[in-house]
């Protein structure tokens, strides 16, 4: 699909790409969180995510629903540029850890290295959740969601976790999160985008603004 008009047209009219998934029985709805602040071959972080978007397209991937683009401030404050984020919904007959292993593949045909937990990158692409499923099991993802925060700088899971495990303590994942599905309930806790992005702290929520 052609976009003329570069990144400014990044809400798209999806109302066609609806008609058309909704005729696809086996598909399967994911959540996608983005995310860039360094420039890449394509060149801004906001055009990178653009291009990276179309490329799940292409690789087959139906988008539903986009967000606005976000500029969140680098955490710890002043370690890096701010970053742009911004949420899709897609959809694609993947089952999740092959959707995974697609939105891997993005990030490095994208030039993505990975040098460390939460480190500057030319894009990060993050499933956040495939419907209602909890992935491997309920287990896993607990111990994943309340490991300690010295934890989460050190160690990443081998297998993949759904939901992603931090998505209740993100703002900049929950805020364009809520653009595009604010009733979707987390499978585990039972609350939707719009109750646990209210349970932030207005601290963490505020930096965070529309671009």
Known sequence: ?????????????????????????????????????LPSQFGSPRTTL???????????????????????????????????????KMRSSLQPRDALAQLHGVEEEFGRVREGRWSARVVDIDLIASEDRVLPDRESFLRWKNLPPEAQQRDAPTDLILPHPRLQDRAFVLI?????????????????????????????KNPISPL
């Open 1 to 37: 699909m052609h976009r003329r008009g570069g990144p400014t047209r990044f809400i798209y009219d999806i109302s066609h790409f609806a008609r058309e998934t909704e005729s696809v029985f086996m598909d399967t709805n994911y959540l996608v969180a983005f995310g860039a602040n």
């Open 50 to 88: 653009c291009a990276a978007i179309e490329r799940l397209e292409q690789l087959g991937f139906s988008l539903v629903a986009a967000s606005r683009f976000w500029s969140t401030p680098a955490v710890p404050e002043g370690s890096g540029p701010d970053f742009v984020n911004a949420c899709c």
């Open 176 to 204: 364009p999160l809520a653009e595009i599905a604010p009733l979707w309930r987390h499978p585990i806790t039972g609350d939707s985008v719009m109750e646990m992005l209210a349970a932030l702290p207005e601290a963490e």
